[in-house]
């Protein structure tokens, strides 16, 4: 699997900030595989997907050190729009989302594809599945600014899916959501993976990170401070000093280990967490 | 049912259903004939008084066209700016003739003529434009501005500032309803409303700001920019009679037109 988007020693502050939101960061994304980006508010989390998408320095201006490459390519050398069918970057806030000219949702999943001059009939075709597949179809006919959160926030997914971009960009889709919206919206990257794309998703919520994830990248203070296997950089406790929150799971079975018992690993799931717990606890009974 | 054709604007009413530019058409033929008609003096005051039975046009048209509820709604907001109006100018412009004198207060007739001018324009064209607005929606109208060759860009901004207007409204009733859950009135007579002016205005406006950079970044990422021929799902029709539409309103026009050289000449 080929090297998608390489990050190379980039530094870059916004405009008017003596202290760079990101500090000379390096790591490779690599095709077809789920990342989870994960640190604590302020880390650079955010920055990363904008610079990533090519918004920062492009739109944000300030200051870049370093080289962003996407498919081989500098970000800032592709053509408007050219990114947005390779890269599809979903945002934090889904109401800033919305399109603002179109009265139904219908229309406003079509919009981007209206835009590319994609031919009415797959329009139609193409946004009848996504809507399909991201549970939406009852809202077809309302007003997309009168939804809920978390409908906007199925309803932006579902608006960048729709373009079938390569690369899919989540930076905190489950924010406004309960943990049934939450589950549904993992179960639609899930397929996004089951698709072969490759995903980076900023998000909070470290059990579904820990349950879907291929790898984690850990940031802290602008700095990529840990990435790899989600198996290992996840059980690792000294991040735990660093304010990086970790799996319940994980941290319960390193106790256990600490006190004694002899776990093969340690979990981060719940489904390893029963699976070697009882290991352990059925040879401590023999 | 394919989703194109549900997302098409289906109208009973034939004048509600016309084709956005014929309704452009009408408006600004009405505006000017309006102007127009202000211009013939009656009687030995010189007032313009044709401007009244003009009026009766709007309301007609609107009831015609199955939107009077609403033209009356909007009608009694215009109204209200219309009266003022129409009191300052008549008791502010000094003349020689005094039509009308209660005490201090004398309404000149130079006054009165500007008055009925100014107030019945306003109330014509006004009326003219709150009806096209009432039968066409947004998107009928960025639909068209597109087809008559605008570019999408400048259409995009029409229509989205139209929209915005609504979620400014709402926006500004949850930063009141925040406000005032930490202290500010927001409610009681002039003064308390004025000072909770600029704390609900402020943020107002600075969110307006920050949200639409997002918005451009949102649609950056729709492929907004891209160069290309847009494809529209949403599919604007004719009903067929924007021709007899055409023609009937330029027919009154001219008759107008004609009157008002027949007065000059004669």
């Known amino acids: 699997m080929g090297a998608v988007i390489e990050l190379k020693n980039v530094t870059y502050s916004y405009p008017l900030t003596d202290t760079p939101a990101l500090k000379d960061f390096s790591c490779t994304i690599e095709e077809g595989k789920f990342y989870g980006v994960i640190g604590s508010n302020g880390a650079g989390k955010t920055t990363l997907c904008s610079l990533i998408r090519g918004f920062a320095p492009d739109f944000f201006k300030g200051e870049l050190s370093g080289d962003v490459l996407v498919y081989g390519k500098p970000t800032s050398e592709y053509a408007p729009g050219e990114l947005s069918l390779k890269i599809g970057y979903v945002f934090q806030n889904p109401f800033n989302q919305i399109s603002g000219v179109k009265d139904t949702l219908f229309e406003e999943v079509a919009f981007g594809l209206e835009n590319f001059g994609v031919p009415v009939d797959e329009i139609e075709e193409r946004v009848t599945r996504v809507m399909e597949l991201t549970n939406i179809t009852d809202l077809a006919e309302k007003n997309p600014f009168e939804l809920s959160g978390g409908q906007q926030q199925r309803v932006a997914l579902a608006s960048i899916i729709v373009l079938e971009p390569d690369i899919l960009v989540i930076d905190e889709p489950t924010s406004q959501l309960d943990p049934e919206g939450t589950e549904s919206v993992f179960k639609i990257i899930k397929a996004m993976k089951e698709q072969k794309k490759t995903i980076i998703l900023v998000e909070h919520k470290i059990d579904l990170i820990a349950e879907y994830a291929d790898e984690v990248l850990v940031l802290h203070e602008g700095e990529l401070i840990r990435s790899g296997d989600k198996q290992q950089v996840l059980s690792d406790m000294s991040l735990l000093e660093k304010g990086v929150q970790l799996p319940q799971m994980a941290i319960l079975g390193s106790r256990l280990i600490q006190q004694g018992l002899p776990l093969s690993y340690v979990p981060i799931t719940e489904a390893q967490g029963a699976q070697v717990i009882g290991q352990a606890m059925q040879k401590g009974r023999v | ?266």
């Open chain 2, 1 to 266: 049912m394919t989703w194109r054709e549900k997302l098409r604007l289906h109208k009973s009413n034939p004048l509600a259903a016309l084709y956005p530019s014929s309704k452009l058409l009408v408006v600004l033929l009405y505006s000017f004939c309006t102007m127009l008609i202000g211009t013939i003096k009656v009687g030995a005051g010189h007032y313009p008084l044709w401007l009244i039975p003009w009026f009766l046009v709007v309301p007609v048209l609107c009831a015609a066209s199955g939107i009077f509820k609403r033209f009356c709604h909007a009608f009694t907001k215009v109204l209200a700016i219309v009266v003022i109006i129409f009191v300052v100018q008549s008791l502010l412009i000094p003349d020689k003739v005094v039509v009308w004198q209660l005490g201090f207060l004398k309404v000149y007739q130079s006054g009165l003529q500007s008055a009925i001018y100014l107030s019945f324009c306003i109330l014509n064209i006004a009326g003219i434009f709150v009806w096209m607005f009432q039968t066409t929606e947004y998107k009928e109208m960025s639909r068209a501005l597109e087809d008559s060759g605008m570019d999408y860009k400048a259409a995009y901004v029409f229509i989205s500032t139209l929209q915005m207007i609504n979620i400014l409204g709402k926006n500004s009733r949850t930063i009141m309803n925040a406000q005032r859950a930490r202290g500010v009135e927001t409610q009681g007579n002039m003064l308390v409303r004025a000072k909770a002016f600029f704390p609900s205005l402020v943020p107002l406006i600075l969110g307006a700001i920050t949200n639409s950079e997002e918005r451009v970044l949102t649609l950056e990422s729709k492929g907004f920019d891209v160069k290309c021929k847009k494809t529209h799902l949403f599919e604007l029709e004719r009903t067929g009679k924007e021709p007899v539409v055409n023609v009937i309103s330029i027919i009154i026009t001219l008759a107008v037109v004609v009157w008002r050289v027949a007065l000059w000449v004669l």
